[in-house]
């Protein structure tokens, strides 16, 4: 295993992700996931996922990658985050030894992807980085296959492992949790900062990014900060980048809140496109903003119903009506 370091007394250093986690002989780390065995820091959830399904891409979410294909979802036990609000806390909270999983190689993983012609493998369900050596040899194995490769991820990972898996990434989808640092410690048990060192580097790496944003009631609604957020995406990324606001509802350790007003996630998308985000969608609401459109001439690019596809009206990655260049990987 990469990504840590020998301490005096056969402890371990993890420098896998901003928590560095130093673990005693047979201490786990707080995602759960890596242990010290005998002074050397060991994987729990290698080859072990608890999680595979077939998905189409627009559910990780991508709105703007590959629309209408499929993609291999996985993931494992575990995250080095620990968010009130977990949606998955059922795994991604837990230590492996909990979660019934099945064994499945890398091999194994790449050729049930082709299998059921998927055209890409999305690391997801928790955050991938706590399954890095597993992520890191399928995805290499995929990359060789023709296959693409997605993280979904919290982006809470260190500079050298995240440069090193960078070139056969192709795609991700960042949960940029909320804009203020306090809010990230108190909520999520994060820092801020490194999340968005994560998402600078991979737009530098030419990795396609969207942008998901929870929006909680009384936590991380204030539009003063989703400006800020907004204005930093626009100036540190892109204004083509695809901007997903979700609503929030009761869950985990977050149950004695309501659910977001819909009025709420509406204006901070109208925050959004005043702040020059072109292509802004909602999650978790009824009536969705969920089909792109140019944002030259307003005609409807993809029509989605759900996350089925309906049409595409994309030709050379240009509106076909207007012919405005429409940033995203559309084949």
């Given at each position: 295993?990469?990504?840590?370091?020998?301490?005096?007394?056969?402890?371990?250093?993890c420098e896998l992700c901003p928590n560095y986690c130093v673990l005693s002989k047979g201490q786990i780390s707080s995602c759960n996931a890596r242990q010290n065995i005998n002074g050397e820091m060991i994987s729990l959830t290698y080859e072990k996922p608890c999680a595979i399904n077939i998905d189409p891409v627009?559910?990780?979410?991508?709105?703007?990658?590959?629309?209408?294909?499929?993609?291999?979802?996985?993931?494992?036990?575990?995250?080095?985050?620990?968010?009130?609000?977990?949606?998955?806390?059922?795994?991604?909270?837990?230590?492996?030894?909990?979660?019934?999983?099945?064994?499945?190689?890398?091999?194994?993983?790449?050729?049930?992807?082709?299998?059921?012609?998927?055209?890409?493998?999305?690391?997801?369900?928790?955050?991938?980085?706590?399954?890095?050596?597993?992520?890191?040899?399928?995805?290499?194995?995929?990359?060789?296959?023709?296959?693409?490769?997605?993280?979904?991820?919290?982006?809470?990972?260190?500079?050298?492992?995240?440069?090193?898996?960078?070139?056969?990434?192709?795609?991700?989808?960042?949960?940029?949790?909320?804009?203020?640092?306090?809010?990230?410690?108190?909520?999520?048990?994060?820092?801020?900062?490194?999340?968005?060192?994560?998402?600078?580097?991979?737009?530098?790496?030419?990795?396609?990014?969207?942008?998901?944003?929870?929006?909680?009631?009384?936590?991380?609604?204030?539009?003063?900060?989703?400006?800020?957020?907004?204005?930093?995406?626009?100036?540190?990324?892109?204004?083509?980048?695809?901007?997903?606001?979700?609503?929030?509802?009761?869950?985990?350790?977050?149950?004695?809140?309501?659910?977001?007003?819909?009025?709420?996630?509406?204006?901070?998308?109208?925050?959004?496109?005043?702040?020059?985000?072109?292509?802004?969608?909602?999650?978790?609401?009824?009536?969705?903003?969920?089909?792109?459109?140019?944002p030259n001439c307003n005609n409807i690019l993809i029509r989605r119903n759900g996350f089925d596809i309906d049409k595409i009206n994309i030709k050379n990655s240009e509106c076909e009506n207007c012919n405005h260049q429409i940033s995203g990987v559309w084949e």
């Amino acid at each position: 295993m990469k990504f840590y370091k020998h301490l005096k007394d056969n402890q371990v250093l993890c420098e896998l992700c901003p928590n560095y986690c130093v673990l005693s002989k047979g201490q786990i780390s707080s995602c759960n996931a890596r242990q010290n065995i005998n002074g050397e820091m060991i994987s729990l959830t290698y080859e072990k996922p608890c999680a595979i399904n077939i998905d189409p891409v627009e559910k990780k979410p991508l709105y703007h990658y590959l629309p209408g294909s499929k993609t291999l979802s996985i993931g494992t036990a575990g995250c080095n985050l620990h968010c009130k609000n977990c949606q998955n806390y059922h795994i991604s909270q837990e230590n492996p030894d909990n979660i019934k999983s099945t064994h499945n190689t890398a091999e194994q993983i790449v050729e049930l992807a082709l299998k059921n012609n998927c055209k890409s493998i999305s690391y997801t369900y928790n955050e991938p980085t706590v399954f890095y050596e597993y992520m890191y040899e399928i995805a290499k194995l995929a990359k060789a296959s023709g296959l693409k490769n997605i993280m979904v991820s919290n982006g809470y990972i260190n500079s050298d492992p995240l440069m090193e898996i960078a070139p056969y990434i192709d795609a991700a989808n960042i949960d940029l949790k909320c804009f203020k640092n306090v809010t990230y410690k108190s909520l999520f048990k994060g820092e801020l900062k490194y999340v968005l060192e994560t998402i600078s580097k991979l737009f530098k790496y030419n990795v396609w990014i969207e942008i998901t944003n929870l929006v909680i009631p009384e936590k991380t609604d204030n539009l003063k900060m989703i400006e800020e957020m907004c204005d930093w995406i626009v100036k540190n990324v892109t204004g083509d980048t695809p901007l997903h606001f979700s609503r929030f509802f009761p869950l985990y350790n977050m149950q004695d809140l309501y659910p977001t007003p819909v009025n709420t996630i509406l204006k901070a998308c109208k925050i959004a496109k005043n702040k020059g985000i072109k292509y802004v969608y909602t999650g978790n609401v009824k009536e969705q903003i969920k089909h792109t459109v140019c944002p030259n001439c307003n005609n409807i690019l993809i029509r989605r119903n759900g996350f089925d596809i309906d049409k595409i009206n994309i030709k050379n990655s240009e509106c076909e009506n207007c012919n405005h260049q429409i940033s995203g990987v559309w084949e």
